[in-house]
């Protein structure tokens, strides 16, 4: 139940006002010190504690010297993203990701490894315990310079507990990644959803850049969103926010998610969900050019639908629109300037999204 507030809100804390800062400093490449009081509304004193302890951690550089028209020049100062580092980690429900990266996001190394569902949360935790330190070998003298890891999973997290409610694809519940990852490592932990990291992904480097607000939606194997709303991630009391794909979209419908509900829109439109229904349909006796195929995925649901084939077709169709629908909504909930879609096929996948965005009002 929601509480009822008072509006008015509470001074910033210094950590805060440190972020805040560093991002400044981060989005506009190179600043002056007075350029950062002014943009903040920070008094000079509070700036000069922030820059020295954003110097000592070695975040950032001031040792060039600006133009003056009189008096002392200013130093400009620059975010030092190339000698800090961190690793990031994609926990999917077919693959494991790493990478090592400076603060930029550039990778310097990387590795991928079939995700070992079968070996239950423990085994997947051992497996990102050595893909770690597979990483800071390699990474030789830049692994002192590392500030942490951030892991990202397909599932319901708790920003409250920490711990990882549920997720569907791997079968874990109430799970506490950060200290079973621990074991292996005494780097600081992050961890968050997979669709509000992507969107906080698009904020920073890529087509969200141009927008206050945004909400970003990942359709790489379940389906789930990410709510920008002044360049902020908003992700709810508890940090259930964007989980568009446990929505019930048609009530009729008989056909189960991963998480047991019937008619969601993950069950209808996801990748493997338009798999499910694919197979479903040919065993009804429907035809289809994957009739003889062993294996059925969405790939090949699409590459069939690209060929011709109205049965494939029309599974798209209908996804799409279950897509389509949910988006719409979205749209009018949160009267956003945009809608980014992430993930799903690829470049392969411009079918489909074309067939969303003509579903979309």
């Known amino acids: 139940m929601s509480k009822l507030v008072s509006t008015n ?24 010190r007075a350029d950062i009081i002014e943009q903040t509304g920070l008094s000079a004193p509070t700036i000069t504690r922030i820059i020295e302890a954003l110097l000592n951690k070695k975040l950032i550089i001031q040792d060039e010297v600006g133009s003056s028209s009189g008096g002392r020049p200013p130093q400009i100062i620059k975010f030092d993203s190339e000698n800090n580092y961190v690793i990031g980690i994609d926990i999917g429900g077919t693959f494991i990701r ?88 005494d780097l600081q932990i992050s961890i968050g959803n997979v669709a509000n990291l992507i969107s906080l992904g698009e904020l920073y480097y890529g087509v969200g850049e141009q927008f206050d607000d945004f909400i970003c939606i990942n359709m790489e194997y379940g389906i789930g969103s990410g709510i920008i709303i002044d360049r902020q991630l908003f992700e709810g009391a508890n940090g259930y926010s964007g989980e568009i794909g446990h929505i019930v979209v048609n009530r009729q419908s008989t056909i189960k998610g991963r998480e047991g509900i019937e008619g969601t829109l993950e069950a209808l439109a996801s990748r493997y969900g338009i798999a499910d229904i694919m197979k479903a349909r040919m ?11 062993e294996v059925i995925d969405s790939q090949s649901v699409l590459n069939a639908a690209s060929s011709g084939d109205k049965l494939a077709i029309q599974v798209l169709e209908e996804a799409a629109d279950y897509i389509g629908i949910s988006i719409d909504i979205l749209i009018k909930l949160f009267n956003t300037q945009a809608i980014v879609l992430s993930g799903g096929f690829g470049e392969e996948g411009e079918f489909f999204n074309e067939k969303i965005k003509s579903k979309v009002s």
Do not use: H
């Open 283 to 293: 065993e009804k006796g429907e035809d289809s050019l994957l009739k003889n195929d």
């Open 98 to 185: 790493a990478a090592f990266s400076n603060l930029d996001g550039e990778f310097l190394y990387e590795i991928k490894v079939p995700t070992e569902v079968e070996k239950g949360f423990v085994g997947v935790m051992k497996q990102l315990g050595e893909m770690i330190q597979r990483l800071l070998e390699r990474a030789k003298s830049r692994k002192n310079n590392v500030f942490g890891i951030g892991v990202s999973v397909c599932g319901i997290m708790n920003k409250k507990s920490g711990l990882l409610d549920y997720a569907p694809v791997l079968d874990w519940r109430n799970v506490d990644i950060r200290k079973a990852l621990s074991e292996y490592t």
């Open 9 to 32: 809100k509470s001074e910033t804390t210094p950590s805060e006002n440190r972020i805040r800062v560093l991002k400044l400093i981060r989005n506009k490449k190179e600043i002056t």
